[in-house]
C-alpha cells in the first residue's frame, strides 16, 4: 500500500477561571435582569471554564503528529489561558462593547487561535461554562 | 442514519523516535516523549458506527459483536503491551495517538459488516483525544477505496476508457440507430 497522509482531528483540553457579570447597556436595568436573572447580578460570579481546541491536519510521517503538542499548547497558554485566567471578562476590551457570554468568549478565542495558530488548521472550539452548559463556535462558513 | 458508540479501555507503554533524525532533533521534537525506557498511558477508545436501524432486531449493530470485534481486533493487541516493541504497525510507526487512531480504524475497519466505522476517537489522557474519520487529508474514505482496491482515479480512467469505446464508429453507428427509435 502506498503512503499517504491520513487527515486526524486532534483536540486538547485547558482549564481556566474567571469571573463575568451578563449585562448590556443597551437594555434598562429591568430588561437586563429579565433576561440575565442572577448573571446580572451587579458585582459578577465566576465559573471554571474548560475549553476545547480542536484541530486537524495531515498526519506528519516524520512525526507522527498533527501538530506538536508543545506548539499548541504553549500558544493556549501565552495567547489565551494568561490573557483570560482569573481575571474578570468584562474588562478585558474585546468585551468592552460586548457581553461575556460564553457564546462570545467562544468567538473571541476561535479568533485568537484562528489568527495566530498556523501550525494546524482550527476545526472548533468548545467551552463548558458548568458542566451542564457547553458551546461551540467553528467558524461561519463551516457548515 | 443512528450512530452508536462503544467505549474500551487499554493501557500500554510507548515512546516516541525517529530513526532518521539524530538524538538532538528527536530530542527537541518529541521532548519527554523520546525516552528510550517508555512510559505508559490508560487510553479510552471510542468506536463510533452508523448504520440503519434493523427493523426486526430494532439494533444499527449487534453491540456483543462489536464488543468482541474491539477486544479481539485492537484489545488483545494493544493492552498492557509496549506498543512500540510488541504491535506490528509501531515497529516502523511511531505510536503517536493520532497513528493510534489510524492503527485501530484499519484493524477494524475491515472486521465490522454489519455497520459502517464513521469515527475512532482514542484518549491518551482525559485533556488529549484524537479523531479519526477514515480520510486522507484530500477528503477521500481511505477504506471504502481500499476494500476495492480501486482509487478514485482509476475510477475516471476506466470511465474515460469505456466512453472512447463506446464513440468508436463500430459501436456509436449501433448506438446512434437504437437511440434514433427513442427519442421520437
Redesign the interface.
Known sequence: ?KT???????????MFSASHRLHSDEMSEEENRATYGKCNNPYGHGHNYMLEVSVS???DD?????C???DLDGFVHTQILERYDHQNLNLLSEFAKQVPTTENLCIAIYEIVKRGFHQAHLEKIRIEETMMNSFEYAGEDSR | MVYLTRKAEFSAAHF?H?P??TPEENQR???KCNNPNGHGHNYTLEVTVKGAVDPKSGFVVDLKQLKDVMSREVLDAFDHRFLNKEVPEFLT???????L??AIWQRLAPKLNAAQLHRVRVYET????????G???S?ED?YRE?SLAVTREHIRKIEAKALRKLRHPSRSRKLRASMDGVRD
Open positions: 500500500m499517504r497522509s491520513m487527515k486526524a482531528h486532534l483536540t486538547r483540553r485547558y491536519g495531515p498526519v516524520h512525526t507522527g503528529m498533527v506538536n503538542l508543545v | 516516541y525517529n532518521e533524525f521534537v518529541f521532548g510507526k511511531i505510536p503517536t495517538t493520532e497513528n487512531a489510524i482525559p485533556d488529549l483525544f484524537v479523531d479519526f474519520y480520510e486522507d487529508f477528503g481511505v481500499e
